[in-house]
């Protein structure tokens, strides 16, 4: 089971953080990133990180603005997201893969099976 949190309503350069954090039985991770997905949209790639060698990749919309990060001990990745802007809102999930993802779609929502709940991030201009 993966929890987010950190939502929350922002105005525009501000930042916020998102944690999610893994529980219950033990997991073995492939990547752990984030996806957001604004009403009438697909879901999309956000950022990630592999467990193996701490690969980290990000959508264009967002280098240079956020960054991810991961505590192995605790199965739980953050989301630093500075700079936000009114286009950055969208409900907000966390997702891991198991350990077969694969690289050339580590960006594909489809190669992530496990999902947290959404936090809502809302920035105002």
């Known amino acids: 089971q993966l929890q987010a949190s950190g939502g929350g309503l922002v105005q525009a350069g501000g930042s916020l953080r998102l944690s999610c954090a893994a529980s219950g039985r033990t997991f073995s991770w492939g990547a752990m990133g984030w996806f957001r997905q604004v009403p009438g949209k697909e879901r999309e790639f956000v950022a990630t990180?592999?467990?193996?060698?701490?690969?980290?990749y990000y959508a264009d919309p967002v280098k240079g603005r956020f960054t991810i990060s991961r505590d192995n001990a605790k199965n739980a990745v953050s989301l630093q997201m500075n700079s936000l802007k009114p286009e950055d809102t969208a409900v907000y999930y966390c997702?891991?893969?198991?350990?077969?993802?694969?690289?050339?779609?580590?960006?594909?929502?489809?190669?992530?099976?496990?999902w947290g709940q959404g936090t809502q991030v809302t920035v105002s201009s």
């Open positions: 997702a891991a893969a198991s350990l077969g993802i694969i690289l050339s779609s580590i960006r594909d929502p489809g190669q992530y099976a496990y």
């Open positions: 990180i592999r467990a193996r060698g701490g690969n980290i």
